[in-house]
């Protein structure tokens, strides 16, 4: 019951979140935002249990996530957020590493997210400027968590729910480059807010 409260609190978060950023209300922005983070952490830390590292890795890394969320509300503060989620999806690839070790994820399934990050990594590289690095190392460890994600679930090793949250994570990011390096519309976040924090509550619910 408490996990359906907490999901109802995230739809009706990103509802106001969405309303605050089409009429330029950047206080129920904020609000709006900070409440839909801080409830999806919540989420995943009632079924937090010590001594269990996928989820306590799995409970960071949303944690971290969420940190990165308030950080990128304000441009100002906009590289430390990058960072913030940079270190998250690390915290998700310790998760899946603790489920299955690397050794053990299946290669091929490398390969056509290697491509898509490729393809994406090429189309934004002329908008990045001083930013290139940051946005490739960050890319780079978007690709191995989604790598991760689908290899420990292909494998048996922790369920669907992950990989449909790891996939809607990186598509999701994709609107926000989009928004942040090339061009700023409400399509961008119409579309890739909801899918964000949809892979997030997925993720909580796989802890």
Request: charged letters at 15%; glycine letters at 10%; proline letters at 3%.
């Amino acid at each position: 019951m408490v996990k359906v409260i907490l999901i109802s609190v995230i739809v009706g978060a990103v509802a106001g979140l969405l309303r605050g950023i089409r009429v330029g209300d950047r206080e129920a922005e904020v609000v709006s935002k900070t409440a839909a983070s801080l409830a999806f952490v919540v989420l995943g830390a009632l079924s937090w249990r010590s001594g269990d590292p996928i989820a306590t890795w799995l409970l960071v890394g949303l944690a971290l996530c969420a940190a990165g969320d308030v950080l990128l509300i304000r441009d100002r503060t906009f590289d430390l957020g990058l960072l913030s989620f940079l270190l998250g999806h690390v915290a998700y690839v310790a998760a899946f590493h603790a489920a299955a070790p690397v050794t053990e994820w299946t290669r091929w399934i490398l390969l056509p997210i290697a491509l898509a990050s490729f393809g994406a990594l090429a189309w934004l590289w002329p908008h990045l400027g001083h930013r290139r690095i940051s946005v490739g190392a960050y890319v780079l460890v978007i690709t191995v968590m989604v790598w991760g994600a689908l290899a420990v679930t292909t494998g048996g090793f922790l369920g669907p729910k992950i990989a449909v949250g790891a996939v809607l994570f990186y598509l999701s990011d994709l609107t926000v480059a989009r928004d942040r390096f090339v061009q700023s519309d409400f399509i961008n976040r119409g579309i890739g807010l909801p899918m964000y924090y949809a892979a997030q509550v997925l993720i909580a619910l796989s802890v």
